[in-house]
């Protein structure tokens, strides 16, 4: 060390300020941060209300609605199988399967309800409870078009059906000319489950 820094002059140069212990100003910039962090954790605070609200409320009913369409989807191709295969009784058992999934869907659709109260998401459900009155529509006409060919399955050939070689093409003919009259009225239910 140099021999003129010795003594006072040391003290001089070495000396501490007072005004380094003082604080800064920094209070704008301290309450920007607070009022930042603030609306921060706001945002944070409605986005996780959010988030568990829509998974209580939308995602868990509507992964149970999902899950039985898809079972519904599976027993319609079992139904469509009975179909191509000509089975009646398959058919109208299949038929009552559906109908029952179908009240389970309406069941599930209606914890959905809430929905129809938000502007652009109504429309959604509402097309919604139209499909399931159209499917249940579907179910009963289904039923309708077995209740009128039932009379009629061995002459159809469908299965189940006892066929009797006693009866010859004629009384076959003359049985269906005079039994068109009992199908009317079932068309006339299948017209207006249609509209």
């Known amino acids: 060390m140099p021999c003129f820094l010795t003594g006072n002059l040391l003290h001089y140069f070495m000396e501490?300020?007072?005004d380094i212990n003082t604080p800064v100003k920094i209070k704008k910039n301290n309450k920007?941060?607070?009022?930042?962090l603030s609306i921060f954790s706001f945002i944070i605070i409605i986005v996780i209300a959010l988030s568990i609200t829509g998974y209580v409320?939308?995602?868990?009913?509507?992964?149970?609605l999902?899950?039985?369409?898809?079972?519904?989807?599976?027993?319609?191709s079992k139904l469509k199988q009975f179909i191509n295969d000509k089975d009646l009784t398959g058919a109208k058992n299949q038929l009552s399967t559906i109908q029952g999934n179908l009240v389970e869907i309406s069941n599930q659709f209606s914890h959905l309800g809430y929905l129809?109260?938000?502007p652009y998401i109504k429309d959604y459900?509402?097309?919604?409870?139209?499909v399931v009155k159209i499917a249940n529509n579907g179910v009963e006409i289904g039923f309708t078009v077995i209740k009128a060919v039932e009379p009629y399955q061995d002459?159809?050939?469908?299965k189940g059906a006892g066929v009797s070689s006693a009866k010859t093409t004629e009384d076959r003919i003359a049985f269906l000319t005079q039994s068109v009259e009992g199908v009317l009225p079932h068309l006339d239910t299948i017209d207006t489950k249609i509209k």
Do not use: H, M, S, W
């Not at 920007?32 to 930042?36: D, E, G, H, T």
């Open 116 to 118: 129809n109260y938000f």
């Open 66 to 76: 999902l899950d039985q369409i898809n079972i519904t989807k599976v027993e319609a």
């Open 32 to 36: 920007a941060l607070k009022i930042f």
């Open 155 to 158: 002459f159809l050939g469908l």
């Open 16 to 18: 501490i300020p007072k």
């Open 57 to 64: 409320f939308a995602y868990i009913p509507g992964k149970k």
């Open 125 to 130: 459900y509402q097309d919604g409870q139209r």
